[in-house]
């Protein structure tokens, strides 16, 4: 028979509890959105269940002894010292329990660290406060800074605290997310440029150190298109909480729109930092011809005469560039050039000529 203490014991335990368990928002981890991530969960619950279980069974004896066995009403301690059965028990009980946890939280560390045949590798480097992406082999490079503005977060603004509240991701949003295709096993380099920093996406289950002059990485694979938000999750400044994480998931034939979108805009701000250099190679080789539109090449900045050669696509245009065509001689005739560079300038006629 359970005593009247233990009932009002586990009457008040429960209610304290059932929130936790039934996942209510605000009380538990974020909804796992990939594979890893049911595993945290599960293993949270899971452990969080022990610990309930364990919690329930020390605390039920101690209750059940203190009251029953009390001096008061006349109970002599029992004596037990150098009791090798008990103390066997004691070893092998937490024993079994700690085993009984670690396989499975090994079994998802594994998993967690399969990183194996990614099917997109992005690079994530955390600075002094804003993350910076690279897709490696896609030459899509670009910064991620904190989209809210900053009168708002220094309350510059009237009506300040109204304002943060309509605000729905205040602090967790950014000029340029990180995109990704659903479906595809992504997977994140993580390191940093100044200080250590961490990528932290909940609903992914990832969570990964970036430490200067090391590369970490992790991965996942998110199944349903959206928008996924995160933080730097290393104190890292006084401006720690100003740099979060979103990720944004769209269907494989978006993510290819917007790759080849990106692709387009770290060309041009390559060609604008001097890197990739259109311009000049045009003012040294191409402005021979094109400039005034000798024997027949398309006059820069002509419209009229860019228009239908521009329909042709740039790749045709590249192509045209790099091997010659009819009187355009091959690279004009600048043989030596490596292939970039005269897309390059391709690129910058074609822009003219827009
Ligand atoms: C010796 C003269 C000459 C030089 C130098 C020259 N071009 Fe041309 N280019 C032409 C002529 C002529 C055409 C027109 C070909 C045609 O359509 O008949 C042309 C056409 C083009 C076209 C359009 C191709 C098409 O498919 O319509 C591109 C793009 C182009 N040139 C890029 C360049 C670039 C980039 C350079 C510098 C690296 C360059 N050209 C240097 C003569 C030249
Ligand atoms: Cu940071």
Redesign the pocket.
Known sequence: MISKWARYFLAALIPALTPAVAGAEGYNLQAPQTIIAHEIYDLHTLIFLICCAIFVAVFGTMTYSIIKHRKSVGHKAEQFHENTLVEIIWTIVPFIILIGMAIPATKTILAMKDTSNPDLTIKATGYQWKWGYDYLHEGVSFYSSLATPRDLVEDKTPDGARKRAEHANYLLEVDHPVVVPIGKKIRMIVTANDVIHAWWVPAFGVKQDAIPGFVRDTWFRVDKPGTYRGQCAELCGKEHGFMPIVVEALEPEKFALWLAEQKKLTAANAMASGSLDGKG??DK??V???AAG?????KFGDKAAWAP?LK?GQE??YT??LHG?????L????TDLPDEQ?KA??DY??AAGK
């Not at 065509?325 to 001689?329: G, I, R």
């Not at 690279?331 to 600048?334: I, L, P, Y």
């Open positions: 190679v045009y080789i191409c021979a011809c094109h000798v024997a027949g090449a398309p050669r042709q045709v245009l045209h560039a065509f009819k009187a355009m001689p690279k004009g005739g600048a005269i300038a391709v006629l074609s």
